[in-house]
């Protein structure tokens, strides 16, 4: 903000002098003189409580160097109060009496993480030079009020985290300069209107965590400036319009948590510069697309609790920038494919809950940054590859019911931070690994009847203490060096 420059006591001449030299960035509203410009900042602190921290507003004084409030200089030369940034002060109570007709050469209103109340005044429209609102963290409810769709200067707007309850106002969309809208975390409903698309210069789109319902607009494809795209947690129904596929410069997309059908898109693949991509829980069906493998500047992508079909595509392995890889919970078939070996910075892998077979790919032994393994519930077969020993970083191995046989590795014993080690429902054979629970930060390993019969000989080798057969049919033994509980469960 330039209006920091201006102050009252600067000489005369010198104001003139830099209005010439700035005049492009001044005030053109004829505004209420400063005088009742503070007085009215004064009586709104009067109905405030917590107002403690604005001991400097003191009607004694100029309002430009009150806390929080700066002031700037007209075209006629007059000292106007431009911004009112008060965020995280304490203040508590309504915005009723906040005289904005007074005020209306406010460029900037920043109140946020404050605990105002009440609803959001209509009147806030009369705003008219404002650029920046951000009133986000504070307890107002009700509405949105249509009004504001007249603050034709706002360019940033942001109201989340209140608890705010109606719908999002088509009038919005006559904000035409605006770059940032952010209501998540509100109690908004209704449907997104599709009339958002005309806002073509917005950047930051935030509708998360409301009760958001309908289909997302397909106009909100002709938002191709935005990087950032949240509509995850509320009740979205409908498919994924493809037109979408159009937000070239989107970093940020979720759309998790709702009832989205459809199928995922393989126009989602010219998003080339997406980092996080989020689809979790929602309804999807098909396959998923080979083209998202052109997205390899992703980071986290997390596509689990749907229902999509068909095979693992192998171009995955081409998004090696992945750190976070989640398809749990999905209907995917198939064998899992070994170019998932290449994604070596990944360092949590759950495919769990589908329907995979085939055998664990060597190539997993790759992913040395791996510490969260979870490949439970599907219908992988075979032994598990000995290059699993290479997972030194590995604390939480979760295989359980699949088809898996042979002997656990020998090289297993390299694992020596394992936490959780959770093998049951398999059909494996041979003898624990006899050092399994040597690193000593294993608390958990459950294992099926399918072992039993060889923990005698482990026991054998001293590394449990004790054989405790429990009511809850559970056999519960104790590794004897650490501290740690080994839990088998029997049929
Ligand atoms: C502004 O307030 C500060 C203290 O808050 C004071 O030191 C300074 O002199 C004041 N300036 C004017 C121009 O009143
Ligand atoms: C409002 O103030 C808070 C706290 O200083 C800051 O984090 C936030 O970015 C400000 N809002 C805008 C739009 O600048
Ligand atoms: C708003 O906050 C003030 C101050 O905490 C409180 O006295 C008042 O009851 C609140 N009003 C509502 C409607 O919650
Ligand atoms: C707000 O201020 C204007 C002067 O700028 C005054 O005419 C009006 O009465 C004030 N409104 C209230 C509710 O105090
Ligand atoms: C946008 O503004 C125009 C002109 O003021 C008005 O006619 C129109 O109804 C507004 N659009 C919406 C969706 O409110
Ligand atoms: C989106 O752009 C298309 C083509 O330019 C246009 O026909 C449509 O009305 C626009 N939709 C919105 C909501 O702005
Ligand atoms: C999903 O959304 C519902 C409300 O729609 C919420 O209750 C639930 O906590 C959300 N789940 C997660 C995991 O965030
Ligand atoms: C990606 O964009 C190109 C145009 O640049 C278009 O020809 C192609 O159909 C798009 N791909 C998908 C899958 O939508
Ligand atoms: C993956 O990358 C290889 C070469 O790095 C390229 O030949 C292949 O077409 C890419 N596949 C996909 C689906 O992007
Ligand atoms: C379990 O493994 C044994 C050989 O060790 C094999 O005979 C049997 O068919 C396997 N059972 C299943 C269900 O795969």
Redesign the pocket.
Known sequence: MPSRLYRSSLPTNLLWLLLVLLSPFLVLVTAASLGSQARALLHWKSTL?GGQLLASWNIDSRPCNWTGVACSVTRKGRLVITDVHLPDMSL???LDAFNFSSLGSLATLNLSCN?L??TIPPAIATLSQLVTLDLTGN?FVGRIPIEMGSMKGLQFLSLSQNQIMSSVPPSLSNLSDLTHLDLRQNKLRGAIPGELGRLEKLRFLELGDNQLSGSIPPGLGNLTRLYHLALYENQLTGSIPRQLGDLRDLVYFSLSNNSLTGTLLSTLGNLTKLQYLFSWRNHLSGFIPFEIGNLIDVFNLDLSSNMLTGSIPFSLGNMSKLNILHLFDNELSGSIPPQIGNLIDVFNLDLSSNMLTGSIPFSLGNMCKLNILHLYENKLSDPIPPSLGNLRKLTDLRLFTNRLSGALPSEMNNIIGLTSLQLSNNNFSGYLPPDICKGGALSYLAMYEDVRSHIATSLKKGYYRSLIPDQAKHVILHCMQLKSWVEVFPE
Do not use: D, Y
């Open positions: 409580q508590a109570g309504p605990r109340n009440g307890l």
